[in-house]
């Protein structure tokens, strides 16, 4: 029981991690229809401008750790989110209306390009901080088991449950989240209503980044070390999520998260280390075999 | 109002509009018809920018709006309700008709609403439902609705009798009516329900395989033997 306990607290942390991801693949995907493969690199370097962030505040003498830790999250959302406009920008746009098969092999090209890009900037060796938020509540103990939710879990599920509320907001109530949508059925249609397709795409690659981003700043204060390969595997785990919540959908891409987290920690936790790769997936091939579009993804039996 | 003159518009390789001059004058019901395949939803869709016109020139109101980007038009006063309604079946009615309110100031927003509720009583009703739960006869009231709702001078409207009972159709007809002459707008109709679209209109257009055969007043096309034998008899 306590062990099972502490397993689900970290698979919980690890699921905000690839939810927060599988918002921008999911996203992307529902308005243009492509599977953005820089999407893990986006993430990688929201937890590289993190880092930077948080040693230039330190140089600066700013060490008082929830100021510190606010600036840093505000910065790398920015700037991570400069990173996916210009994607969009200078990669995926002048590719709009080709083939399917062209714009895939661009973002792989992308994906490629940006790990290269950060491994040639900050080099190939690993990068640590040190931690910045320490200590916890004890909540189980048994015959010397402890079980433990540290302030930094606590920290990041507030943070991913405050983010993923603004989120849904601004999709379900604000005037772009509407356009959005529109875009998303029929985008055709909503430029003959005024809506300026390409700006809307631009603003979903950016609200994808910055949501990455902030998984990044997670990655990088829950594991405390990073290096440019991060987005390779974190990325393909999010695209997973996404595909098993159901690609299309927020909620799908929020669920599966939150499930490819639990699954993976739980696996290692019971079973090994090694194969929590494999059960993720396994999981994703089974879903797919038998729930084609996902767990809340729902076949289009209104489009008439 | 509206001045299309030569204008050629192509799929690809293919030609589906050669050469087309349509005028329409404001306060006009000008109506087109013409058989399917015929270049008639391609029109309209040209003067919407989509797709674009490769030869010829498009004026509204003394602006040449050829070269426009698609979601710039609507906002100088041309709403178009488009062939197959292409309503957003996954939003509610409400927020249908808030994507047709994009280009108009937020404060215009509750007296448009009022006004459109107003000519499509049901759709009041049905305000809060997912638009894709509408029969075919609401979806087209909300299609035509949300093209309003951005308050065009002129609408184009593409078969909106398309698959609906007569008794919907005739109350889309009299919509139709109602608002080109208590709220002047301009309308441009795509029929191919011929009869119901020839009546209404002040002057019409026939167009074959990409070209405007004919054109005259409602009323001449309407006794026109060659109009009647080929989209009257046995079709109207
Ligand atoms: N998206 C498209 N791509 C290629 N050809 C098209 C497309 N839309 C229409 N066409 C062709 O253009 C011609 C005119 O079509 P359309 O404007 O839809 O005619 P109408 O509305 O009069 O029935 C037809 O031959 C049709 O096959
Ligand atoms: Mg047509």
Known sequence: MEYFVQQLINGLTLGAI???????????????????????????IGAFISLICVMVLGMFGLTWVPLALLVTLIVTMALTAVYGWTLERIAYRP????????????AIGMSIFLQNYVQLLQGARVKPLQPLISGGFEIMRREGFVVSLSYLQLFIWILTLVLMTIFTLIITRTALGRAQRACEQDMGMASLLGINVDRTISLTFVMGAALAAVAGLIFLINYGVIDFYIGFLAGIKAFTAAVLGGIGSLPGAMLGGLLIGLIEAFWSGYFTVEYKDVASFSILVLVLIFRPTGLLGKPDIEKV | MLAISGVHTHYGNIEALSGVDVEIRSGEIVTLIGA???????????????????????????????????????????????????????????????????????????????RVFALFPILKERRGQRAGTLSGGEQQMLSIARALMSRPRLLLLDEPSLGLAPLVVKQIFRVVKEINERERVTVFLVEQNAFHALRLAHRAYVMVTGRISMSGTGRELLSNPEVRLAYLEGGG
């Open chain 1, 18 to 44: 690839y939810g927060l991801i599988a918002i921008g693949y999911t996203m992307v995907y529902g308005i243009i229809g492509m599977i953005n493969f820089a999407h893990g690199e986006v993430f990688m």
């Open chain 2, 36 to 114: 399917n395949g015929a270049g008639k939803s391609t029109l309209l869709m040209t003067i919407c920018g989509n797709p674009r016109a490769s030869r010829g020139r498009i004026i509204f109101e003394g602006q040449d709006i050829t070269r426009l980007p698609t979601h710039q038009i609507v906002g100088l006063g041309i709403a178009q309700a488009p062939e197959g309604r292409r309503i957003f079946a996954r939003m509610s009615v409400m927020e249908n008709l808030q994507m047709g309110a994009t280009t108009t100031k937020p404060e215009y927003f509750d007296h448009d609403l009022d």
């Open chain 1, 95 to 106: 590719l709009r209306g080709s083939p399917r098969l062209a714009a895939l092999i661009t």
